[in-house]
T-cell receptor, first 116, second 112 residues
Framework: GAGVSQSPRYKVAKRGQDVALRCDPI?????LFWYQQALGQGPEFLTY????????KSGLPSDRFFAERPEGSVSTLKIQRTQQEDSAVYLC??????????????FGPGTRLTVL | QKEVEQNSGPLSVPEGAIASLNCTYS??????FFWYRQYSGKSPELIMS????GDKEDGRFTAQLNKASQYVSLLIRDSQPSDSATYLCAVNRDGTASKLTFGTGTRLQVTL
């Protein structure tokens, strides 16, 4: 079976541009997570969806960051007016169940965003 | 104090030896614990999960959890050069918030 897929794999943006990053979770997985990983650091939580509901967006660093999952499958993370500090790898993960701590998360390959 | 702490390494072990990776966490209500392996330029890959005190073995990997000491470890037996990677410890706080909190990772180098 296919794993989590993300596109594009690499994105270069000029400062001030808007970008959209896509995540396609494992089929049937209820939960979807976005993380941001800076070089040499562990992933940092951004936001979480259970089906189409965004249940936690406490990790989004500013109101320039917006995520959606309108039909409960594919998700898009949008960053408006990109800044250099947004340069990072954006990871998407999915898990089978909903609200549960016994819930393994599987990561996609990530999108490496570079803001010039 | 960071929520999840790991020694950044590098931890260097010879081929065939046991590699021991350690992680401490600060939140006593944490319920589930995960080890991910991340090769350079790749995304994290889940290798172990552990939810209760004690040991859990899977092939060459053993995860150990001690909730009283807020300590979780990963042992890799018969280390191979292909085990050279960064190992990330991740913690899930409780049943109402499934987000993971990660440590910064320990870089493991297995030498020939």
């Amino acid at each position: 079976g296919a794993g989590v897929s993300q596109s594009p794999r690499y994105k270069v943006a000029k400062r001030g541009q808007d970008v959209a990053l896509r995540c396609d979770p494992i089929s049937g997985h209820v939960s979807l997570f976005w993380y941001q990983q800076a070089l040499g650091q562990g992933p940092e939580f951004l936001t979480y969806f259970q089906n189409e509901a965004q249940l936690d967006k406490s990790g989004l660093p500013s109101d320039r960051f917006f995520a959606e999952r309108p039909e409960g499958s594919v998700s898009t993370l949008k960053i408006q007016r990109t800044q250099q500090e947004d340069s990072a790898v954006y990871l998407c993960a999915s898990s089978l169940h909903g609200l549960s701590s016994y819930n393994e998360q599987f990561f996609g390959p990530g999108t490496r965003l570079t803001v010039l | 104090q960071k929520e999840v702490e790991q020694n950044s390494g590098p931890l260097s072990v010879p081929e065939g030896a046991i590699a021991s990776l350690n992680c401490t966490y600060s939140d006593r209500v944490s319920q589930s614990f995960f080890w991910y392996r991340q090769y350079s330029g790749k995304s994290p890959e889940l290798i172990m999960s552990i939810y209760s005190n004690g040991d859990k073995e899977d092939g060459r990997f053993t995860a150990q959890l001690n909730k009283a000491s807020q300590y979780v470890s990963l042992l890799i037996r018969d280390s191979q050069p292909s085990d050279s990677a960064t190992y990330l410890c991740a913690v899930n706080r409780d049943g109402t918030a499934s987000k993971l909190t990660f440590g910064t990772g320990t870089r493991l180098q297995v030498t020939l």
